[in-house]
């Protein structure tokens, strides 16, 4: 999609993608374990202790989903486009991608 100048269409789908995943995991985890509001401190500490921990589950299990979502675009760059014969030039904006260019394609 990049090399066919749709990288835009791109960006936006996998946007969207990432913040319906959040929306979903914020509704099923996180709100359902908002403190319930009682005066007891004992169970204001076990609520609050609850929050933060599936706080934390949703942030690690994103963060897993990003370093995933990251390999597999990696991983169509690399393949789907020797497949297809599109020619991947190093860029130099591309920082860090020059060293996952040449990795890709051994001749640069």
């Given at each position: 999609?990049?090399?066919?100048r749709?990288?835009?269409?791109?960006?936006?789908?996998?946007?969207?993608?990432?913040?319906?995943?959040?929306?979903?995991?914020?509704?099923?985890?996180?709100?359902?374990?908002?403190?319930?509001?009682?005066?007891?401190?004992?169970?204001?500490?076990?609520?609050?202790s609850?929050?933060?921990?599936?706080?934390?589950?949703?942030?690690?299990?994103?963060?897993?989903?990003?370093?995933?979502?990251?390999?597999?675009?990696?991983?169509m760059?690399?393949?789907?486009?020797?497949?297809?014969?599109?020619?991947?030039?190093?860029?130099?904006?591309?920082?860090?991608?020059?060293?996952?260019?040449?990795?890709?394609?051994?001749?640069?």
């Open positions: 999609m990049v090399l066919n749709h990288g835009e269409m791109l960006y936006r789908g996998v946007k969207q993608l990432v913040v319906e995943n959040l929306e979903s995991m914020a509704k099923e985890r996180i709100i359902p374990a908002f403190p319930s509001g009682t005066t007891d401190v004992t169970v204001q500490s076990s609520d609050a609850l929050l933060l921990v599936n706080v934390k589950n949703v942030w690690e299990e994103h963060n897993s989903n990003m370093v995933r979502l990251g390999q597999i675009l990696r991983y760059v690399c393949h789907f486009t020797d497949s297809y014969r599109f020619p991947i030039k190093p860029l130099s904006f591309l920082g860090s991608g020059i060293r996952y260019h040449r990795q890709c394609v051994p001749n640069l």
